[in-house]
């Protein structure tokens, strides 16, 4: 908690009143508790890149077109050390720059290849070292301290100011009863809705579904369930192929959650859990219509090494293999 997010209020907030000695003593406390606990003071992750680096990077990774100004601005960053930052990581070929299709006076940023191998690291170790801090708790505590957070979250509401909306995150969780049906429906209604495909489609995806619950391996196969706001937004899938290939199945989002990162967010996590159960390849199969789904695999690396037409759900397609060496 910053001392600037502690003071910024919503357009609706009452008055603001004396803040007592006290209540400042104690937030002053649990900063320099949280920070030392979470290793800030220290090389941030073992690495020779800032918080604030890394921060950026995370930014970059999971937005699916951010420009400069709007990564500054959500930040909290005065606009000449954000372009500082990103000039250092443009020499070091970490990120490369493209017109906007939106705005023709700004760049968007994507993360290269290069970028994500300094990143995804990084980003596996913060994983990391939240788990351990968690580890040692019991599961009732653990939730206690997540509730706690976001509890923290909700009433300071750091990123809300005049004019401004505070940013929309997804939760990710495991699947519960119910939502191998959700995931069938979405695909079917989706699908039918926006590229004509039909009900033969739908029952696909329910064999796929079926087959993942049937033949589950849970050391070596996920799922995660993508929440908005309490409501399900977005699926994805990691299955066993092979002792040493993964593959990406079941990619899906509605409508309202796109555009905020979600899809990229989802594969990331297919491609963390992947390492780290040691698969050395990720396969998936989509096809060429599909070109926000095509965007995010191609910007982690994956090639494109089949493409094939064929007839299909009603509709005549080119069905395409991609693959990521991990």
């Known amino acids: 908690m910053t001392k600037a997010s502690m003071r910024r209020a919503t357009p609706d907030s009452p008055p603001a009143t004396a803040v007592s000695a006290n209540a400042?003593?104690?937030v002053r406390r649990f900063n320099r508790f949280f920070t030392r606990r979470m290793g800030v003071l220290d090389p941030y992750l073992g690495s020779k890149l800032s918080l604030t680096d890394v921060r950026v990077l995370y930014e970059l990774a999971h937005r699916e077109t951010p420009v400069a100004s709007e990564l500054a601005r959500e930040l909290g960053l005065d606009g000449g050390y954000m372009s500082r930052i990103l000039r250092r990581f443009e020499l070091a070929g970490w990120i490369s720059r493209s017109a906007s299709q939106a705005d023709a006076r700004q760049s968007?940023?994507?993360?290269?290849?290069?970028g994500r191998e300094v990143f995804e690291p990084l980003q596996q170790r913060s994983r990391d070292e939240v788990a351990a801090l968690l580890a040692p708790l019991p599961p009732a505590r653990r939730q206690e301290v997540v509730d706690a957070m976001e509890r923290i979250e909700t009433l300071l509401d750091p990123a809300s100011g005049a004019g401004t909306s505070p940013p929309r995150m997804a939760v990710l969780r495991d699947p519960v009863p119910g939502d191998m049906g959700w995931v069938v429906q979405q695909h079917g209604e989706i699908y039918w809705r926006e590229y004509g495909w039909d009900r033969r489609f739908e029952a696909l995806v329910a064999d796929i579904a079926a087959q993942f619950v049937h033949k589950f391996q849970p050391a070596w196969e996920k799922a995660w369930i993508a929440e908005l706001d309490g409501e399900r937004v977005g699926a994805v899938f990691v299955v066993r192929k092979s002792p040493t290939t993964a593959q990406l199945r079941m990619l899906i989002l509605t409508p309202k959650a796109r555009g905020l990162g979600l899809g990229a967010r989802l594969?990331?996590?297919c491609?963390?859990?992947a390492r780290a159960k040691g698969y050395k390849k990720m396969v998936l199969w989509t096809n060429s219509c599909l070109t926000a789904a095509r965007?995010?695999?191609?910007?982690?690396?994956?090639?494109?090494?089949?493409?094939?037409?064929y007839e299909g759900f009603g509709q005549h397609l080119v069905g395409e293999t991609w693959e990521l060496k991990l």
Do not use: H, M, N, W
């Open 24 to 26: 400042v003593k104690a």
């Open 108 to 114: 968007v940023l994507t993360l290269t290849a290069a």
């Open 267 to 269: 594969t990331d996590e």
């Open 271 to 273: 491609l963390a859990f």
């Open 295 to 309: 965007g995010i695999y191609s910007q982690r690396g994956f090639k494109l090494c089949k493409s094939e037409p």
